[in-house]
């Protein structure tokens, strides 16, 4: 049983992992943002982008961060490093034959994948979740990240049904489960992790003076109440009950970006390249709430370009880009520190930051935050044009994004030769 960090492959693994499947989802979208901007949301090839996003980037990436960051925030590591590297790649494979089967369309693909993901989430779940109770810090953030695996259950219990459905073994409303299946999977599991490893790291990154933090009791209950009214609501159309827990989901958001807000206004450091990222995630996490306050308040037929629009904000505005910005803080410090070894390039010692360019990374944010914009634009009015100069942005910002990762490997290997 491990009690500090893991080996660096388990993580740069992950990370690794999680960039190509950004890679793939980014020119996924470029191909898709048409059919999406036309209300065709349903289609195979929308389905698996999305996925390739959700499970292929958001969740390999944070299972490397929870390896990597258990010891630092709760004071206790994992259980076992050879099954942590078993669970990654039954994780991968899992994915690879979901993202295959919505793609293709093939419902047996999808089920196989499913169970290769199911078990993988176990391995993890019994890797890591036990130790909290074993830790001497941190306890709020382990309930967080428990609460957050919980609700990636529940999700992946409605991917099952989808599939079923899929493949005529039952009937339900499809939509209703989408929904349902789409807020459990980034707000409860990916949000509410974020909420718990961000209360620690945020304040670190910022060097903050006294933040606020008793927003952290109201965040979990208020969002674990909100999933539990809107998921039901949302399958069997009970409007009121939906419109109570959509309202307490946004109340939840609100309190974490006011608790954000208190994070920044306490700095003592000024906004580095990753904290511009987070930053502006964290705006995009406002209109997020915003656009979703509008579907869930505003009385309208059902326009399937909205709900497009907010997942594009939700994910590529929002979570993708956090985790984008979380990663040009801590991959290019943990390659630097496993790998370099004090070595030198050009009569220089390595630090850090020679492994990121400035300028390639604020070009990124810029031109993605842009595309972001666009796509969503282009997809609420309709607009297929608008909406895949949009997606070809947000590919561009992804492309320089996974440019400085290789950048930054070519660095390390001249410095080891």
Not at 31 to 39: N, S, T, Y
């Amino acid at each position: 049983m491990r009690s500090g960090p893991p080996p660096f492959d388990i993580p740069a693994a992950h990370f690794m992992a999680g960039l190509l499947w950004l890679g793939l989802g980014s020119a996924g979208l470029v191909i898709v943002a048409p059919d999406l901007a036309r209300g065709n949301i349903l289609l195979p090839h929308a389905l698996a982008v999305t996925h390739a996003f959700t499970l292929g980037f958001l969740t390999t990436i944070v299972f490397g961060a929870l390896h990597q960051l258990f010891p630092a925030l709760l004071g206790v590591g994992m259980r076992s490093a050879m099954v942590a590297r078993i669970g990654f790649w039954v994780l991968e494979a899992g994915i690879l034959q979901l993202v295959a089967g919505l793609w293709f369309w093939l419902p047996y693909l999808q089920a196989s994948g499913w169970v290769l993901i199911f078990a993988a989430v176990g391995v993890v779940s019994w890797n890591l979740l036990p130790q909290r109770r074993r830790a001497t810090q941190g306890r709020l953030v382990g309930r967080y990240i428990s609460g957050g695996h919980s609700a990636f259950g529940f999700a992946m219990l409605l991917g099952l049904a989808r599939i079923g459905e899929t493949a005529g073994w039952w009937h339900f409303d499809r939509l209703g489960t989408i929904a349902a299946h789409f807020h459990l999977g980034a707000l409860g599991f990916v949000t509410l992790t974020a909420v718990g490893v961000s209360s620690r790291i945020l304040p670190m990154f910022l060097a903050s003076n006294d933040p606020p933090s008793w927003q952290l009791r109201w965040i979990g209950p208020f969002a674990a109440a909100g999933l539990l009214l809107f998921t039901p609501a949302a399958i069997l159309s009970w409007q009121v009950v939906r419109l109570i827990g959509g309202l307490l989901l946004a109340l939840s958001m609100a309190l974490y970006l006011s608790l954000v807000a208190g994070y920044f206004r306490a700095r003592t450091q000024p906004l580095d390249l990753a904290l511009a990222h987070v930053g502006t995630a964290f705006g995009f996490l406002g209109l997020t709430v915003v656009a979703g306050l509008a579907l869930l308040l505003v009385p309208h037929r059902f326009h399937p370009e909205w709900w497009a629009a907010y997942a594009i904000l939700g994910l590529l505005g929002w979570l993708v880009l956090l985790t984008v910005g979380v990663l040009y803080r801590i991959l290019a410090f943990l390659s630097w520190l496993h790998l370099s070894g004090g070595r030198k390039v050009g009569g220089r010692r390595i630090e850090p930051a020679d492994l990121t360019r400035r300028r390639w990374a604020w070009t990124s944010l810029i031109i993605w935050t842009g595309g972001v914009l666009a796509a969503t634009a282009g997809l609420a009015f309709g607009r297929p044009p608008v909406a895949q100069t949009g997606a070809a942005l947000i590919a561009a910002g992804v492309a320089l994004v996974l440019a400085q990762v290789a950048r930054a490997a070519l660095i390390l290997r001249v410095a080891d030769s």
